[in-house]
């Protein structure tokens, strides 16, 4: 069943606001930015790739809101905490917020480097953070400024990773949980002040975007059966399959209800029950899983090859 989405409720609640973005160079923040733009919000839009940043700024020449950019490294405290000064100052006020950046890593514990760790860590925890702090107050005194006729949200990028641990992938889980844990904890706390600001943990399955094609890996991963290299790119691109314009309405749609949480595809709902079913023994339910389908693969492919000889 396709995801419901109204357009209306979107245009509602973002319309005249301003809304940042991290990562809006590519993938699902490219796709904020192109939807946010059509509900008529000003836009305020940073990526490391400065290349990526400039073709998401000129497919947004047809609207007519504000848009400012900057190259932005998220895990650099101070440049992100000077890109939220600088949002404030062109924008005179900022509504939302949407840590979006995020790379990942695929390695065993054993051979991936502390360096790799900090650098997963960096980016996609620490950015975000670095993002909720640096935008939080401001979030508020734009509130404050305009009374109730304003919105105010924070939308920080989990993923299916923040809900279940996949071998080979422990430094980007633990990255992901901990952006979990962040966002419940933020959410009971502004519900207690009542200050009209809220947040949505956002745990998208496999979206279309760069992060396979951009991510650091190594042959450590073989000891466990998986593959490296560009045949382990493309395996992991292989699991990409969701489109990030829908992934990116069915977020501002979370946010516009204010939901504490959003699930994007099939796949982060099944592994969510799965893990509601079964909090302790999921990872062995997982393994059998993979190694059923590597058999069956196996099996067709020397099929396949039966057949042309």
């Known amino acids: 069943m396709a995801p419901y989405i109204d357009q209306d409720v979107i245009t509602h609640f973002y319309q005249g606001h301003v809304a940042a973005i991290t990562g809006a160079g590519s993938g699902i923040g490219r796709a904020l930015a192109l939807n946010l733009a059509q509900a008529g919000c000003n ?35 101070e440049a992100v905490f000077g890109w939220a000064d600088h ?38 925890f620490w950015g975000m953070v670095y993002g909720t702090k640096a935008f939080l ?33 422990s430094a980007y889980n633990a990255s992901k949980f901990a952006i979990r844990g962040f966002n419940e ?28 094609n951009n991510a650091r890996g190594n042959e450590s991963v073989s000891a466990l059966g998986m593959a490296t290299g560009v045949k382990g790119l493309k395996s992991f691109n292989k699991l990409l399959k969701f489109d990030p314009d829908m ?13 504490p949480r959003c699930l994007i595809g099939d796949d982060a709902k099944l592994i969510d029950l799965l ?22 693969k196996k099996s067709r492919r020397k099929r396949t090859t039966t057949q042309k000889q």
């Open 43 to 77: 836009l305020a839009l940073s990526d490391i790739n400065a290349k990526n940043l400039a073709e998401t700024e000129q497919l947004l020449n047809p609207f007519e809101i504000k848009i400012t950019t900057q190259a932005l490294d998220v895990s650099d405290k």
């Open 185 to 212: 904890s933020l959410r009971q706390e502004l519900d207690i002040e009542r200050s009209g600001v809220s947040i949505t943990s956002v745990h998208p399955g496999g979206i279309k975007t760069n992060i396979a």
């Open 275 to 296: 893990q509601r079913l079964c909090p302790s023994h999921y990872g062995k339910i997982m393994n059998k899983a993979n190694k059923l389908a590597a058999k069956a």
């Open 87 to 124: 949002v404030m100052r062109d924008h005179t006020q900022v509504n939302f917020i949407f840590n979006n950046a995020g790379v990942a890593l695929s390695s065993t514990v054993e051979g991936e480097s502390v360096e790799d760790i900090e650098w997963v860590m960096g980016i996609n």
């Open 247 to 259: 992934a990116a309405k069915i977020i501002l749609m979370a946010a516009a209800k204010n939901q």
């Open 137 to 169: 107050p401001l979030i508020k005194q734009s509130m404050q400024q305009a009374g109730n006729a304003k919105h105010g949200h924070i939308i920080n990028i989990s993923s299916l990773f923040g809900i279940i641990a996949q071998p080979a992938q």
